[in-house]
């Protein structure tokens, strides 16, 4: 499988992958090399990535706790001071090896330390492989504000490795999946209809492969998000809110990121149907599609309440207005879309009778 080049970094794959890293730290003098696990990387994963890499390196290892809740400046502060315990300087490497959490803090972490160091993503999950393998998007929540810290940085190289999927649950495969069906909403049709077919976890090489390129050919024409790049947001306005509140919440069971996006883009393809043309039969089959794989959450009214609250932090908001994305038709999206507000107790409506 051919290496993807973005603007300033390849992403390798699977055995190539290796054999690039094997390059890099070959030809590089790093001064110290870390790794960056959480617990389930390091009983899962470590061993094998250790094994694939040729030479004599002394890794240091960096653990943290799993989980969105760890995704924090404290967390970061601990990871300042163990690498500064390790001696690391500038000329140092940190290598990310673990889901979003993990390429997310630590591609902060990196970019931070010393004025940054480098730092090479290796994502352990179908999300983070599809997601925050491309794009340079670092950063750490604020409580349970998603991302709200954070800095555009890229790495050195991101290394997918689909042998690490063996070691998720059905859950974490799903939650990766939204962001595929995701990249079919906002690019292409005939890549929504290719998953909608996909029932299984099975030879996902050429599907992830896919979806990597659908994402790195919007940042290669938009890196810093002013215009094109803001499509990739789309069920994510709504999608982060729910996500946030059901962190947050003590009464609610916590979400995982694409069961929230899942969510989201039911409800922002609602307000795609009464405000930008979405055909009802395409916003019939989103939500069947949706529904069909991901658990249906009741929202109260208070719920609701404490969800739109939360849109006042969104990243994409300017000048006071929360700006959405939302489609014309699957596969043809639209940008700043002010929404008004009736229509969210609508959206919210729809999703709770389906």
Request: proline fraction near 3%; glycine fraction near 8%.
């Amino acid at each position: 499988m051919d290496s993807i080049t973005t603007s300033s970094y390849a992403v390798h794959f699977n055995q190539r992958a290796y054999d690039a890293l094997n390059e890099h730290l070959t030809a590089t003098t790093y001064s110290k090399i870390f790794i960056l696990v959480d617990e389930n990387t390091k009983r899962d994963c470590l061993d094998d990535f250790k094994k694939h890499t040729l030479g004599n390196f002394d890794f240091g290892i960096l653990e943290i706790v799993s989980g969105e809740s760890q995704k924090t400046i404290p967390t970061c502060i601990q990871l300042w001071e163990a690498l500064s315990d390790g001696d690391a300087d500038r000329k140092s490497l940190l290598i990310n090896l673990g889901g979003g959490v993990i390429t997310d803090l630590g591609g902060f972490v990196a970019s931070t330390f010393k004025r940054g160091i480098a730092f090479i993503n290796v994502p352990t999950t179908l999300l983070a492989m599809v997601d925050a393998s491309v794009g340079g998007k670092t950063g750490v929540d604020l409580g349970p504000l998603k991302n709200q810290v954070g800095v555009i940085n890229q790495p050195e190289m991101v290394l997918i490795i689909s042998e690490f999927l063996t070691t998720l649950d059905q859950r974490q495969l799903q939650s990766g999946f939204a962001e595929m069906l995701k990249h079919g909403l906002i690019r292409s049709a005939a890549y929504w209809d290719t998953l909608k077919t996909n029932t299984g976890f099975t030879n996902m090489d050429h599907l992830i492969y896919d979806s990597v390129t659908i994402k790195n050919d919007v940042v290669l024409q938009d890196p810093t998000e002013q215009h094109l790049r803001k499509i990739l947001n789309f069920g994510h306005t709504l999608g982060h809110a729910v996500e946030s509140y059901f962190l947050e919440s003590k009464a609610r069971k916590t979400l995982l990121h694409g069961e929230a996006i899942a969510i989201g883009m039911i409800l922002e393809g609602y307000l795609s149907k009464e405000l930008t043309g979405l055909p009802e039969t395409e916003l019939e089959d989103i939500k069947t599609i949706f529904l069909n794989r991901y658990p249906k959450t009741e929202f109260s009214e208070t719920d609701i309440a404490g969800i739109l609250s939360l849109l006042k932090f969104d990243k994409k908001n300017s000048h006071g207005n929360i700006n959405f994305v939302l489609l014309k038709k699957i596969g043809d999206p639209v940008i700043d879309v002010k929404i008004p507000h009736e229509l969210f107790g609508r959206a919210f409506a729809y999703y709770n009778r389906s």
